[in-house]
T-cell receptor
Framework: DAKTTQPPSMDCAEGRAANLPCNHSTISGNEYVYWYRQIHSQGPQYIIHGLKNNETNEMASLIITEDRKSSTLILPHATLRDTAVYYCIVPYTGNQFYFGTGTSLTVIP | DAGVTQSPTHLIKTRGQQVTLRCSPKSGHDTVSWYQQALGQGPQFIFQYYEEEERQRGNFPDRFSGHQFPNYSSELNVNALLLGDSALYLC?????????????FGQGTRLTVV
């Protein structure tokens, strides 16, 4: 079973920031949070991951709460090409990923 | 640098047949994991290979088996195909000793069982 819960769907206006929440209340101290996205039956694409500090790369920012029980993926300026299913994952031992159902993000023109 | 490559991209098999899917990991990676993604669902973990041994296994029957070669590439074999085995099969590569780093996925093999 997935260790995370996400809203099933969200909309975002093009050009605005998309904020995707994730709850992982049972996360342990040494477990990372990973975000991937999947565009229409392509392979999942890595976005970002983090342990406790906020992280930023060219694609997105990851904000992890101080108690590490939840996180938010931020796409700063959403485009139509960001329409996808976004998965928040806390892996089991050995990097086994249980994907859950993810959040289907629709970017609206 | 090639990423994760999978072959073939599409495959049609008849119920009861056997199929072999192939995966070459990203350069520098030594661990391969396989996932099954049915239509409309998230990927489901099948198993993981490192040092030519199965290290982790998800809730899949013994009809699903695998192999890893010395060059780290991997095969997924499915015997006695069922209609329900129709899915996108994904391969992910990662580094065993750097488990905190990201895994990369291939584009998948679309298997249709008729």
């Amino acid at each position: 079973d997935a260790k995370t819960t996400q809203p099933p769907s969200m909309d975002c206006a093009e050009g605005r920031a998309a904020n995707l929440p994730c709850n992982h209340s049972t996360i342990s101290g040494n477990e990372y949070v990973y975000w991937y996205r999947q565009i229409h039956s392509q392979g999942p694409q890595y976005i970002i991951h983090g342990l406790k500090n906020n992280e930023t790369n060219e694609m997105a920012s990851l904000i992890i709460t101080e108690d590490r029980k939840s996180s938010t993926l931020i796409l700063p300026h959403a485009t139509l090409r960001d329409t996808a299913v976004y998965y928040c994952i806390v892996p089991y031992t050995g990097n086994q990923f249980y994907f859950g159902t993810g959040t289907s993000l629709t970017v609206i023109p | 640098d090639a990423g994760v490559t999978q072959s073939p991209t599409h495959l049609i098999k008849t119920r009861g047949q056997q199929v072999t899917l192939r995966c070459s990991p990203k350069s520098g990676h030594d661990t391969v994991s396989w996932y099954q993604q049915a239509l409309g669902q998230g990927p489901q973990f099948i198993f993981q290979y490192y040092e030519e041994e199965e290290r982790q296994r998800g809730n899949f029957p013994d009809r699903f088996s695998g192999h890893q070669f010395p060059n780290y590439s991997s095969e997924l074999n499915v015997n006695a195909l069922l209609l329900g085995d129709s899915a996108l099969y994904l391969c992910a590569s990662s580094s065993w000793d750097r488990a905190w780093t990201e895994a990369f996925f291939g584009q998948g093999t679309r298997l249709t069982v008729v």
